[in-house]
């Protein structure tokens, strides 16, 4: 079965930069789209931060990401990272990853809501503090 594992988040400091790191495995094959979202406290809805497809080229970020959300995957390792740069306060919340199989060189630019994935990590919860 696929599991999906994320980590790497805890307590940090505005400015500061963090990688987390989404374990994937399962998937009978390297075609698959990983997202990122992220789950602010006392929110209901989790916001969508990235996607990512079966190569590094195919990613796809909300505007409010682009320039300070990078996807990155290494297939050998069956890794997904999620890197984000100047974190500030409101990027505190528990981050997810998910994922959905897909056809070889899908374009990603058409992910991004969460009904989308159909497989979802447990969370890892990123702090940030003044």
């Known amino acids: 079965q696929v599991q999906l594992v994320e980590s790497g988040g805890g307590l940090v400091h505005a400015g500061d930069s963090l990688t987390l790191s989404c374990r994937v495995s399962?998937?009978?094959?390297?075609?698959?789209?990983t997202g990122w979202f992220r789950q602010a406290p006392g929110k209901e809805e989790r916001d969508w931060v990235a996607?990512?497809?079966?190569?590094?080229?195919?990613?796809n970020y909300p505007d409010f990401a682009k320039g300070r959300f990078a996807a990155a995957r290494d297939s050998a390792k069956n890794l997904v990272t999620l890197r984000i740069y100047s974190l500030t306060p409101e990027d505190t919340g528990t981050y997810y990853c998910?994922?959905?199989?897909?056809?070889?060189?899908?374009?990603?630019?058409?992910?991004?809501?969460?009904?989308?994935?159909?497989?979802w990590g447990q969370g890892t919860q990123v702090t940030v503090s003044f």
């Open positions: 998910a994922a959905v199989e897909i056809t070889p060189g899908w374009p990603v630019v058409s992910l991004y809501w969460a009904g989308q994935f159909d497989l």
């Open positions: 996607t990512i497809g079966d190569s590094n080229d195919n990613t």
């Open positions: 399962g998937f009978a094959s390297p075609n698959y789209a």
